[in-house]
């Protein structure tokens, strides 16, 4: 099963005319959870394979890395779960000099295809030794979540972030409990770097 789309915010400046905004922010309530939005390329784990946004995409060059981390994960990875995360391994728009691993993890979906609370996805994180990507806030206040990436990142160096709520989210509820702002043109890159042997790489801790 496919990564579900995540709608923007209503502010988005980075939403294009194919993206879906999401206009009603109730759902956003309780204790929020915002992370750092990485430039990276979507990838799945199960316990059986791995792949990007389509099921059938198969393995890119950029990918290898975190390919071979899946060979030494996927058995720890419980039957009809899926373990969501950004490729980091190429760089793209943004140039990182710091990661903590080739994938970082950002959703863990069970067999019931329910988004694990933001506890349970550290937890099991932690379980199968896989980074995450970094929080830049947790509380109750929408406010303060939406302006917890300008006060510790900027346009130049990230790519937006993506606020939830912390509980778990069903799939049909996904399109109003976990929505991201991006920045404009946040795609800076020339796409024929995808058809290079050589394309640059980010840097890792």
């Not at 000099?97 to 994180?125: H, K, R, Y």
């Not at 990507?133 to 947790?138: A, D, E, N």
């Not at 509980?167 to 109003?176: C, D, H, L």
């Not at 946040?186 to 050589?198: K, L, M, P």
Request: glycine content about 6%; some cysteine.
């Amino acid at each position: 099963m496919k990564y579900p789309r995540t709608f923007h915010l209503p502010d988005s400046p980075g939403a294009s005319a194919d993206d879906r905004i999401q206009h009603d922010l109730s759902w956003l309530d309780g204790e929020l959870v915002v992370t750092e939005k990485m430039d990276g390329g979507n990838l799945t784990f199960t316990r059986d394979g791995m792949f990007a946004r389509s099921v059938d995409s198969g393995t890119h060059p950029w990918d290898r890395p975190a390919k071979a981390l899946w060979a030494m994960t996927s058995y720890r990875i419980p039957d009809d779960w899926r373990v969501c995360g950004e490729s980091m391994w190429a760089r793209r728009s943004v140039s990182y000099t710091d990661l903590p691993g080739v994938f970082l993890v950002f959703g863990i979906w069970d067999e019931t295809n329910t988004l694990l609370g933001w506890d349970d996805t550290v937890d099991w994180a932690r379980r199968l030794e896989l980074p995450m990507v970094p929080v830049l806030y947790r509380g109750g206040s929408l406010s303060e979540a939406r302006a917890a990436w300008s006060a510790q990142r900027d346009e130049d160096h990230s790519e937006g972030y993506v606020v939830r709520v912390a509980g778990r989210i069903p799939q049909s509820e996904f399109p109003v409990k976990l929505l991201k702002w991006v920045r404009a043109e946040h795609v800076r890159t020339e796409a024929s770097w995808r058809h290079r042997d050589d394309f640059a790489v980010n840097e890792f801790a």
